[in-house]
């Protein structure tokens, strides 16, 4: 059985680095084919692509926000079977429940299909307040 668990702060402060890790079990995240990915949603609005790190350590990030963009960074630990999100400079609008998922194919842009990731995280909310 494949499980995806998000942790780390659930409060950041503004300006300050919010750093999250998906820790894997079940699969490995190097297996071929396989994506892994940062969703989030924030409160009252829809699910976010953010980016994935590929099975081959490829990085794609969403192009949709630019600003959102320059602040994020996804990197992977092999050795413990875990991807990270960094999203430096936070604010108030970064606060939402962030997600890990798993898909078989790249996010092809536009709104997140639940469909699409076969296997998520529970979410762990992180807000953004001083």
């Known amino acids: 059985q494949v499980q995806l668990q998000e942790s780390g702060p659930d409060l950041v402060k503004p300006s300050q680095t919010l750093s999250l890790t998906c820790t894997v079990s079940g699969a490995s995240i190097t297996t071929s084919g396989y994506y892994w990915n940062w969703i989030r949603q924030p409160p009252g609005k829809g699910l976010e692509w953010m980016g994935t790190?590929?099975?081959?350590?490829?990085?794609?990030?969403?192009p949709s926000s630019p600003s959102l963009r320059s602040r994020t960074s996804i990197s992977r630990d092999t050795s413990r079977m875990q991807f990270t999100l960094q999203v430096r400079s936070v604010t108030p609008e970064d606060t939402a429940v962030y997600y890990c998922a798993r898909s078989d194919r790249l996010h092809p842009g536009g709104p997140v299909t639940l469909g699409d990731y076969d296997y998520w995280g529970q979410g762990t909310q992180v807000t953004v307040s001083s």
């Open positions: 790190i590929a099975y081959d350590g490829s990085i794609y990030y969403s």
